[in-house]
Nanobody
Framework: QVQLVESGGGLVQAGGSLRLTCVAS????????MAWYRQAPGKRRDLVAR???????NYADSVEGRFTISRDNAKNTVYLQMNNLKPEDTAIYSC???????????WGQGTQVTVSS
């Protein structure tokens, strides 16, 4: 069974940093585009950052310049380094794996990030 396990969330003051980690199991990790999404209370889930199999990165405008996504294919892991956090970054952050076929689409359980002002 495919698993995506996130960690690294928590409570931080505005201006602080966190690094989220997502470890994937039972997938051919290097063939998957990996992404981080977030969902704040009462809002839809939005894309935060994406990294393709070739290493191309995309970011939401709201996090550009503050967040960095990276991957380590040897460790089946994707990271999200979040710097200069703002209260509006408060949300549940979920890891997503999107593989080469339409059925290869998986979500992690999410990790809570709370930024206090």
């Amino acid at each position: 069974q495919v698993q995506l396990v996130e960690s690294g969330g928590g409570l931080v003051q505005a201006g602080g940093s966190l690094r989220l980690t997502c470890v994937a199991s039972r997938i051919n990790f290097s063939t998957y585009t990996m992404a981080w999404y977030r969902q704040a209370p009462g809002k839809r889930r939005d894309l935060v950052a994406r990294i393709t199999t070739g290493g191309t990165m995309n970011y939401a405008d709201s996090v550009e310049g503050r967040f960095t996504i990276s991957r380590d294919n040897a460790k089946n892991t994707v990271y999200l380094q979040m710097n200069n956090l703002k209260p509006e970054d408060t949300a549940i952050y979920s890891c997503n794996a999107n593989g080469p076929f339409s059925t290869n689409y998986y979500w992690g359980q999410g990790t809570q990030v709370t930024v206090s002002s």
